[in-house]
Structure formats: C-alpha cells, structure tokens
C-alpha cells in the first residue's frame, strides 16, 4: 500500500466543493483535485477527479 487514492466525486459543482472543502480542513489527507469537472454524462451535475494520500510520515507499510 502507498497511501494513494484516487476518487470520482458526482454531483452539483457546489456540493461537490463543501465536501472537498471539509476534507481539506480536516487535514488527514493532501488532496489534488482536478481542476476541470466534466459534465455528467447521464443525469444532472458534473463529476470532479481528485488524489487523496495520507501526509508525509503516514504512509502505510506493506
């Protein structure tokens, strides 16, 4: 394990960025989101890209 991932947010862009938002003032992760949503292609909202990893000297060791 390296302490990565990555996650697919669905949904309206301004809940999308509340949720985001919490996540980075909760400071358990480094977050890199992509810049661009893109448009959903079935049904409402737009879908947003982004890499979760645990900070520097919280990696897990496998």
Do not use: C
Not at 14 to 35: H, Q, Y
């Amino acid at each position: 394990m390296n302490g990565h991932v990555q996650i697919r947010l669905s949904g309206q862009l301004g809940d999308i960025t509340m949720v985001l938002a919490e996540l980075l003032a909760s400071k358990a992760f480094r977050i890199e989101v992509d810049e661009h949503p893109h448009p959903n292609r079935r049904g409402l909202g737009v879908r947003v890209y982004a890499e979760l990893s645990l900070p520097v000297g919280q990696e897990t060791r496998s």
